[in-house]
């Protein structure tokens, strides 16, 4: 699964997150909701660094990024080369054209495969889609699934969700990458004994030295 989403200079065009890297800061968790108490109230202060909403799937406002103040924007480097602004601009456009006919392509050969098993082998799928089926890495991939793929999942499944093969969801839509604070942090599909001997070893290991051949 491409997770390409379309953009319009450099914002993605559904949730409206700036897919450039470079902005002035993200106001996200429990500080989206102050903030929205303060705009209803009028008490947030215009200031050069205004604040942009950050969207959803369901189109509710989960964050804010600050523009960047213009008279900083006009100290960057930024390559303003007409031609070569140009070309990225189109090959952004084939970037994006492409990766949702392949999308549209592996939802249409995933549906052949439900077809062909739901009769008899439908214990071993997995509606994607449902989070009450799903795991939080299951649920974090298909967040970020794009929009115009679960619209053509939408079509191509009707109501029947987005059914995966349990053994094939890698394939599918792809793995997450994995750090190490993840392992008692989580998520991760580690077993939780398995997670607390990582978390002990990791504690003994800051308090006295040890030996490499001693890490697992």
């Known amino acids: 699964m491409q997770t390409v989403h379309s953009t319009s200079m450099g914002v993605d065009a559904f949730t409206g997150r700036n897919l450039t890297g470079v902005s002035a800061g993200k106001i996200q968790d429990a500080d989206v909701g102050l903030i929205e108490h303060k705009?209803?109230?009028?008490?947030?202060?215009?200031?050069?660094?205004?604040?942009?909403?950050?969207?959803?799937?369901?189109?509710?406002?989960?964050?804010?990024?600050?523009?960047?103040?213009?008279?900083?924007?006009?100290?960057?480097n930024k390559n303003d080369h007409l031609g070569e602004m140009i070309g990225a601009w189109a090959g952004r456009h084939v970037e994006e054209?492409?990766?949702?006919?392949?999308?549209?392509?592996?939802?249409?050969?995933?549906?052949k495969m439900w077809n062909r098993d739901k009769?008899?082998?439908?214990?071993?799928?997995i509606?994607?889609?449902?989070?009450?089926?799903?795991?939080?890495?299951?649920?974090?991939?298909?967040?970020l699934i794009?929009?115009?793929?679960k619209e053509e999942i939408k079509r191509v499944f009707g109501d029947e969700g987005f059914?995966?093969?349990?053994?094939?969801?890698?394939?599918?839509?792809?793995?997450?990458?994995?750090?190490?604070g993840e392992a008692w942090?989580?998520?991760?599909?580690?077993?939780?004994?398995?997670?607390?001997?990582i978390s002990i070893r990791m504690r003994?290991?800051?308090?006295?030295?040890?030996?490499?051949?001693?890490?697992?």
């Open 39 to 76: 705009i209803m109230k009028g008490l947030v202060p215009k200031g050069k660094e205004a604040l942009m909403p950050v969207y959803d799937t369901a189109g509710m406002v989960i964050g804010y990024e600050r523009s960047i103040d213009p008279e900083m924007i006009r100290k960057m």
């Open 97 to 111: 054209a492409v990766a949702q006919e392949f999308n549209n392509k592996l939802v249409r050969e995933l549906k």
């Open 119 to 125: 009769g008899s082998h439908s214990s071993e799928y």
């Open 127 to 143: 509606d994607l889609s449902d989070p009450k089926q799903t795991n939080q890495i299951e649920q974090d991939a298909w967040k």
């Open 146 to 149: 794009p929009k115009q793929t």
């Open 163 to 180: 059914m995966v093969r349990k053994s094939e969801l890698d394939n599918a839509v792809g793995y997450r990458g994995f750090s190490i």
């Open 185 to 197: 942090a989580g998520p991760s599909k580690i077993k939780p004994t398995i997670s607390l001997s």
């Open 204 to 216: 003994v290991s800051t308090r006295s030295p040890v030996s490499s051949t001693n890490m697992v």
